[in-house]
């Protein structure tokens, strides 16, 4: 049963991403790029980090690299979570877009670094790859930010929502698969501090995600302005 657990969390995530697909046709290339572009960083970051110390998923078709199990589960994962990230506040608030002139790609790569660099030398000094990432993503939401004032208000809302979203869809995927926590994560490494039964190094990274991935689109084409949709 807990073979397919993953999956079906991925299906929970598609439910609100399809959502949010059609209720928005202007925001479907910000939604498809994204996630595109984080999708394959998934299996990275799981060879590199999570799978050493924060947890062990099973996946219903893997494969190793080395010692370390890998699935598309969580390529999927992230391809729809950033999708959500990315768009959840202009939806919410029924925000378009302004952009000004798009900055080079180059600048992206440059931003994402922080990312790997903050995270790899925390977990150097002993931090749990979750907290470290959750570190590195804040790390390079600061510097976006310090870059684009306007991204603020974005920042910090898409935050927040993708926060209460863990908290929905960890309420419904616990309920399907009650001890998916203590099957799929080392529950040793964990602070122990939960609410409603959800760890809260999970909330913490999806506000992560929410706070840098939500403006990173946004950061490259360089928005101006929230006008009111």
Do not use: C
């Not at 299906?11 to 394959?40: C, E, H, N, S």
């Not at 994962?77 to 990230?85: P, S």
């Amino acid at each position: 049963m807990y073979r397919f657990a993953y999956l079906v969390g991925d299906g929970i995530l598609a439910i609100f991403w399809l959502t949010l697909f059609f209720l928005r046709k202007d925001l479907r290339k910000q939604q498809l790029f994204v996630g595109l572009i984080l999708a394959p960083v998934a299996p990275l970051t799981d060879y590199l980090w999570f799978y050493k110390d924060y947890w062990r998923p099973q996946y219903l078709i893997s494969f190793k690299v080395g010692q370390v199990p890998l699935g598309l589960e969580s390529s999927l994962f992230i391809f729809l979570l950033g999708g959500i990230a990315t768009v959840l506040y202009e939806v919410v608030f029924k925000k378009r877009h302004a952009f000004g002139k798009p900055r080079n790609l180059t600048t992206i790569i440059m931003i994402i670094l922080p990312v790997i660099i903050t995270t790899t030398f925390l977990m150097k000094l002993g931090l749990n790859s979750i907290w470290a990432s959750s570190l590195g993503m804040l790390a390079i939401s600061i510097i976006m930010i310090i870059i684009d004032h306007d991204l603020v208000k974005d920042a910090i809302w898409s935050s927040l929502l993708m926060l209460g979203l863990s908290v929905i869809f960890y309420l419904v995927w616990l309920n399907i698969y009650p001890e998916g926590i203590q099957k799929f994560w080392l529950t040793s490494e964990l602070t122990g501090i939960k609410l409603w039964k959800i760890p809260i190094e999970e909330m913490v990274w999806f506000g992560s995600t929410g706070i840098s991935f939500g403006v990173l689109y946004e950061f490259w084409l360089n928005v101006k302005r929230y006008p009111d949709r």
